[in-house]
């Protein structure tokens, strides 16, 4: 896929495949394939990072304050401690990220209807995808969010406007590669090369909250 602006990737350019990465250092759960929340035939590769130092500085430039200023509200203050206190206390409250990716279909490269639909296709799948995630973490009473693939914005903060580059984290936080192709980024999948879409989901929880949502979900056909 084509980091066509500082945001997102958008495009998916040839085939070209990278040896499987190894997990980072801030990995909590490596990727898996899972299904998607409204569809059993639609998949994504997702997995849970603690975020890493490189993007702390990116995070604070997105986001803000706005994890701090969820448990503003009383409600949220009094939920997220009476969870974090049965994980840990309130210092196992995290930083966390969960990076997803997605098999396209077609080359995004290309044009025409059949491409504007497979980019519609993947884009809703990851937005149905993190809204289930954001939602399920803040009932529990934990700020979370996730990127539009489509801008680089929160799609639950307000009064962001710095976008978020999901090639420099993948690259960070998976180790997957990416090469610059004029005033494009391409990322490059190990198993799937280009053919890749990725987007990110945001949250501060206790890491062992998040991993046990992510190991509910029903798993992929290759994870079997």
Known sequence: MIEETPSVVAAVVGTATTPASLPTASTILPPRL???ISSTEDELECSLHYLPKPLMREFGHVFND?????????????????RANDNGG?????????????????????VGDHIEEEKDRLL?????????????L??????????????????????C???????DGMECMLNYKAYNAGFCKILIHPKWGSAVYPATI????????AKNLIESLPLGSESK
Request: glycine content about 6%; proline content about 5%; some cysteine.
């Open 124 to 136: 809703n799948v990851f937005l149905d995808f993190g809204k289930y995630i954001c939602q399920t």
């Open 90 to 110: 309130s210092s196992g409250l995290r930083l966390l990220a969960i990076p997803t990716n997605q098999r396209a279909r077609e080359d995004l490269v290309a």
């Open 66 to 82: 706005q994890y701090l200023r969820f448990y503003d509200d009383d409600e949220h203050s009094t939920m997220a401690l009476g």
């Open 138 to 159: 803040r009932s529990k009473g934990f700020w979370a969010d996730y990127i539009d693939p489509c801008s680089g914005l929160p799609m639950i903060s307000l009064n």
């Open 202 to 209: 945001f949250a501060h929880a206790p890491p062992e909250v």
């Open 34 to 36: 899972v299904r998607s």
């Open 161 to 167: 406007n710095k976008v978020y580059s999901e090639v």
